[in-house]
């Protein structure tokens, strides 16, 4: 077990079950945004990105880093755009869909890392294993 590796997985997948309840929490009321969840999901996937800076030289170390950049940068632009609609009051389906929008994209980007996290694992895992035996 390497302790790096079980806290990245940690976060990583900290970053998409938050950043996955703030897409859900949207879900037939658009009048309410959920600025906490929002809040969370934007600082675990800061986190995972400090996580990945610190630690790996590796290319699939880039490809991570790539995807939470990726998903980074559209939360924070959901969090500017309900920012914008919370200081000047207005709440607009089009603008809330919008936000929505941009979450499931940052969704589909966590959700991209998780998979090549597991594949990385399972791929690791089994390496080491064949190599125990020769």
């Known amino acids: ?43 675990l996937n800061l986190a995972v990105i400090f996580k990945k800076l610190n630690d790996d030289e590796r290319q699939l170390g880039g490809v991570f880093l790539s995807t939470s950049i990726v998903a980074l940068m559209q939360l924070c632009l959901a969090a ?28 589909l980007a966590n959700g991209l890392s998780v998979v090549m996290y597991m594949i990385y694992t399972i791929k690791g895992n089994s390496k080491n294993s064949y190599d125990a035996y020769d």
Do not use: R, W
């Open 80 to 107: 500017c755009i309900l920012g914008y609609q919370n200081y000047y009051g207005v709440i607009d389906v089009v603008v809330s869909k919008n936000i929505i929008s941009l979450s499931g994209g940052a969704l």
């Open 1 to 43: 077990m390497n302790l790096k590796e079980i806290i990245y997985g940690v976060l990583l997948i900290l970053a998409f079950t938050s950043n996955f309840n703030f897409f859900y929490s949207y879900h037939g009321d658009f009048s309410i945004p959920n600025i906490i969840s929002l809040g969370t999901a934007i600082f």
